[in-house]
């Protein structure tokens, strides 16, 4: 029987299928014996209630049931035999019948896209590099080293880089406010933890010592009954510490994790994370770059189902971070339209990527997979436990997989298209998110 596929508008299509009454009824009056012989009826022994009591009680929804899974099967039968690309079934509606012989059913359904790969030497794509090097690991080994800070307590002024502990008080008219006064306060002075003016009045004080300051709140201060009010807080100097940064020596190496206290092997080790996060967000960021100009050069529709799954999907992504930041989401309102633009970049390369990957054989390799497994569980002390458990089942190799694609996709276009390089210092790279 042939069976015309009718275009609708985009990506829709229309089929419609016909099933003979006469396999209606047969099925219907199959799947109405086998009810009989279980259901219980009052008055019988059960099995035993007449069927035509069955048909009357149970047979409008049995036929209904027969006449979905018939033309469904008609359908699909339908769709093999044409090689119809369904990327989802939209709707579903029965049709006014023509003849008494048949039930016809019609399947509005959108087909998957015709993509074809452009020339991706016409690509302008800008290739992010950073190198780690000695100033970066004096860097970061600074860090370290005020992360571990000891503050001592001194006799002298307060200054800048002192940890102060002190009790304020502010009034606003003269009347305190909420949130304006506090006990036991510590905080350093000189890294912008409070406002301006309120530093200022607290350094050159010495511990026991007390002050009034003025501090004029501005216009878009985050607490909005203070905000471009002007309050007098008084200050009151319990301890002034000055900072002590430790030496840089067997010690912190110790400290570090480096067990012999092996400064050298301490900085190979700095280096070594260092570069890993570095190259993990360089990596990133050119990914980036590259699907931002995939998706930029290949324009075609996307199935409106896949859009809004994907929409949705990402709602519920962002409501679970919200709760894991012990929000309270039962009556948060997210709807999933605020995620339309973003689901159709991930729709559209989620239908790109694979043509593209097929095409040019960017499959992962068992080797690829094995070395960014190796990478990630380089990190962590015992490594051979981490390759083990990603390796004890297959399911869990998906995202290193998906990395390894992601980065044959990132090199092959890079290969293809016009690249320029840019060179991003570490503190670039560092304060970007990935």
């Known amino acids: 029987m042939s069976v015309t596929v009718?275009?609708?508008?985009?990506?829709?299509?229309?089929?419609?299928?016909?099933?003979?009454?006469?396999?209606?009824?047969?099925?219907?009056?199959k799947e109405l014996k086998k009810t009989q012989?279980?259901?219980?009826?009052?008055?019988?022994?059960?099995?035993?209630?007449?069927l035509k009591m069955v048909a009357q009680m149970y047979g409008a929804n049995i036929q209904n049931n027969v006449l979905n899974d018939l033309a469904q099967a008609e359908f699909n039968k339908v769709a093999q035999e044409q090689n119809l690309r369904i990327a989802a079934v939209i709707r579903i509606e029965p049709l006014e019948e023509e003849s008494q012989d048949a039930f016809k059913v019609a399947f509005i359904y959108e087909t998957?896209?015709?993509?074809?790969?452009?020339?991706?030497?016409?690509?302008?794509?800008?290739?992010?590099?950073?190198?780690?090097?000695?100033?970066?690991?004096?860097?970061?080994?600074?860090?370290?080293r005020k992360q571990r800070t000891r503050f001592n307590r001194v006799e002298r002024e307060a200054q800048n880089g002192d940890r102060v502990i002190i009790d304020f008080e502010g009034k606003i008219d003269g009347v305190p406010f909420e949130g304006g006064s506090s006990k036991n306060y510590p905080f350093v002075l000189g890294q912008g933890q409070m406002l301006p003016e309120f530093e200022t009045g607290c350094l050159g004080l010495k511990e026991g010592e007390s002050k009034d300051v003025e501090v004029n709140f501005p216009e878009d201060y985050h607490g909005k009954d203070v905000a471009g009010k002007t309050a007098v807080f008084t200050i009151t100097v319990h301890?002034?510490?000055?900072?002590?940064?430790?030496?840089?020596?067997?010690?912190?190496?110790?400290?570090?994790?480096?067990?012999?206290?092996?400064?050298?092997?301490?900085?190979?080790?700095v280096k070594k994370n260092v570069s890993r996060e570095v190259?993990?967000?360089?990596?990133?960021?050119?990914a980036d770059a590259v699907m931002a100009a995939l998706r930029q050069a290949h324009t075609f529709d996307l199935p409106k189902a896949f859009v809004q799954d994907e929409a949705q999907r990402l709602a519920e992504e962002m409501k679970q971070q919200f709760e894991q930041q012990g929000l309270d989401v039962k009556n948060?309102?997210?709807?999933?339209?605020?995620?339309?633009?973003?689901?159709?970049?991930?729709?559209?390369?989620?239908?790109?990527?694979?043509?593209?990957?097929?095409?040019?054989?960017l499959k992962a390799t068992d080797e690829q997979v094995k070395a960014i497994v190796s990478e990630f569980a380089d990190s962590y002390e015992d490594s051979q436990e981490v390759i083990d458990w990603y390796f004890a089942d297959p399911s869990r190799l998906a995202g290193p997989t998906n990395l390894a694609v992601e980065a044959n996709v990132v090199e092959f276009v890079f290969g293809k298209a016009k690249v320029t390089e840019k060179t991003l210092s570490f503190d670039e790279i560092m304060g970007t998110d990935a």
């Open 6 to 29: 009718e275009t609708l508008e985009n990506l829709e299509r229309k089929v419609v299928v016909s099933v003979s009454w006469l396999a209606i009824n047969e099925a219907t009056d």
């Open 37 to 50: 012989k279980r259901v219980k009826v009052d008055g019988f022994r059960p099995g035993k209630a007449p």
């Open 112 to 144: 998957y896209p015709d993509i074809k790969i452009g020339d991706l030497s016409a690509l302008e794509i800008e290739k992010v590099i950073s190198e780690v090097g000695d100033k970066e690991v004096d860097n970061t080994i600074e860090i370290l």
């Open 239 to 269: 301890n002034v510490a000055e900072a002590e940064l430790p030496e840089v020596d067997a010690n912190f190496a110790k400290a570090l994790g480096i067990e012999d206290g092996d400064v050298a092997k301490m900085r190979a080790e």
């Open 279 to 286: 190259k993990r967000r360089v990596d990133a960021q050119n």
């Open 332 to 361: 948060f309102d997210l709807p999933a339209d605020m995620f339309t633009e973003r689901a159709q970049e991930r729709v559209a390369l989620g239908l790109l990527l694979p043509i593209l990957v097929e095409e040019n054989n």
